[in-house]
């Protein structure tokens, strides 16, 4: 049913098309350390070169099992980021640095890597890296841009700082934009695991099959099994004191004031934490509910930008990605007005309503893909964070 | 679908129905001494601030809806223009 709307498939920007068909709203040349002995000496590097974007993740050594696996994906998923056009990739052994190297044959984006060990001093191997990513810098500098259409979006949908502003301004008009996205053929990912308890009705109605909802209720039980093992009983405390004196009767209707972001769309999918969704359409992310590491989850799955819903300020973002704070709250746009994208309080005042809302998001979107700067993007907000499970060796 | 403009009518309170399917709607205002909502709708004075009022009648038993999904259920029968919480529904 929704493929019979995909004629609202327009334009709406324009792109950096990659060898794998996706489509960067940004042509990043990133300096990328993969291990944190050369977090430093990367951003001293990357310092040196104007427009470099630092990635510097602070990654271990010693991640067992899992975690070692989640880390390694999530080192190809940063370069093979649409949003990623070039990439010096800093590690510190020869051995390291070869297996980044055949990682990255296929990517079809200028590369290079760096093993610091193979450097000699610490000036001149930072020399080096600045020489590089100047290079990089002016390989891409010319990079044509192709259209950007609605199904050549994933975004990233996200909630920071909640209050019930955004339970009825941000999140909802977020969810607006999501019923036209995905009518059009695009993608969103939704995430936080915690936050879905309570919304399980909702879940099984909002799936596009039962296998689905039960992939999607799967997650929240182990979320729950993990919170009873700490001794957290979720369900008996919530709606919280404070809630209820705000209005919140429930704990589905708590769940909601968040879940409405994903408007009237179905789920299509069930993602664990960083994995790229395997079809168009909206998809559930499990990951916890820290705004940084929810965001890397997300856009490492592939989402070329983020909407973020705030009721009091939250300064989150997630470096590889724009990241778009929409907020409800007078008191937070008159107090952060350097640090917030769009205003919807007219929607609680009375001035314009959800689909006015859609529209500028819309719009904004288009204007950032050519070029625009989120103000996360203006004061270099964001972290990447991946979830570790174990204790490290 | 859904028209979730609200109106600042004067002396009406600011009140919100986030879906169309909705038999509540949230207060966005603390015009406490205000019994009426811009639709018109009589409503109990003293409902605060991100509190809910029913829209109509809401039988016992039957489903509270807000985002156009199910919230809860009133424990006990709720009158039109009644305040909507946890002491008459779960």
Not at chain 1, 115 to 141: N, W
Not at chain 1, 237 to 261: H, R, W, Y
Not at chain 1, 321 to 346: F, M, Q, R
Not at chain 1, 364 to 370: F, R
Request: charged fraction near 20%; aromatic fraction near 4%; glycine fraction near 10%.
């Amino acid at each position: 049913m929704y493929m019979s709307t995909i004629s609202h498939d327009v334009p709406i920007g324009s792109g950096w098309r990659r060898s794998d068909g996706r489509v960067g709203l940004r042509n990043h040349v990133i300096a990328f350390s993969t291990v944190a002995l050369t977090d430093r000496i990367t951003s001293l590097a990357a310092a040196r070169v104007k427009g470099v974007l630092p990635i510097c993740p602070a990654f271990q050594r010693g991640l067992r099992g899992a975690d070692a696996a989640l880390q390694a994906n999530m080192i190809k998923a940063v370069i093979a980021h649409p949003n990623v056009g070039a990439a010096l990739i800093v590690t510190h052994d020869r051995a390291a640095a070869e297996t980044l190297e055949a990682d990255c044959l296929e990517l079809g984006k200028p590369i290079i890597v760096l093993s610091l060990i193979a450097q000699a001093g610490m000036q001149s191997a930072q020399d080096a890296m600045v020489a590089h990513l100047q290079a990089l810098k002016a390989e891409i500098a010319e990079s044509p841009k192709t259209a950007l259409h609605f199904s050549d979006l994933t975004v990233a949908l996200e909630c920071g700082g909640s209050d019930a502003t955004s339970a009825l301004a941000a999140n909802p008009a977020i969810g607006r934009f999501v019923d036209r996205l995905i009518a059009a053929g695009g993608t969103a990912i939704v995430s936080e695991t915690a936050e879905f308890l309570g919304g399980e009705a909702v879940i099984r109605a909002q799936s596009q099959s039962e296998a689905i909802a039960q992939d999607i209720l799967g997650y929240l039980c182990i979320e729950e099994q993990m919170m009873r093992s700490d001794g957290t009983n979720y369900r008996g405390v919530n709606p919280t004191a404070e809630n209820i004196e705000a209005g919140l009767s429930t704990l589905t209707e708590k769940t909601m004031g968040a879940f409405c972001k994903i408007g009237s769309n179905r789920f299509a999918g069930a993602l664990p934490f960083g994995e790229r969704p395997p079809v168009a359409g909206l998809h559930f992310m499990h990951t916890p509910f820290f705004s940084p590491t929810s965001l890397t989850g997300m856009v490492l799955g592939g989402a070329q930008i983020s909407l973020f819903a705030m009721g009091v300020y939250n300064p989150s973002g997630m470096p590889l990605a724009p990241t778009v704070k929409i907020c409800g709250n007078p008191k937070t746009l008159s107090n952060w007005p350097d640090g917030i994208d769009l205003d919807v309080s007219e929607i609680i005042t009375g001035g314009s309503d959800y689909d006015d809302a859609a529209n500028t998001i819309l719009k904004l979107i288009g204007e950032i893909a050519g070029g625009k700067d989120t103000r996360a993007e203006e004061w270099r907000e964001g972290q990447i964070i991946i979830p570790i499970s174990q204790l490290p060796l | 679908m859904t028209k979730a403009k609200p109106s600042a009518a004067l002396g009406a309170r600011l009140s919100l129905q986030a879906h169309s399917r909705d038999n509540v709607a949230t207060l966005l205002d603390a015009q406490l001494e205000c019994a009426t909502i811009a639709s018109g709708l009589a409503i109990d004075r003293g409902i605060p601030f991100g509190h809910k009022v029913a829209l109509c009648r809401i039988a016992k038993g039957s489903e509270v809806i807000k985002y156009g999904v199910v919230i809860g259920r009133a424990t006990s029968a709720i009158r039109q223009g009644e305040h909507v919480h946890v002491h008459n529904i779960a």
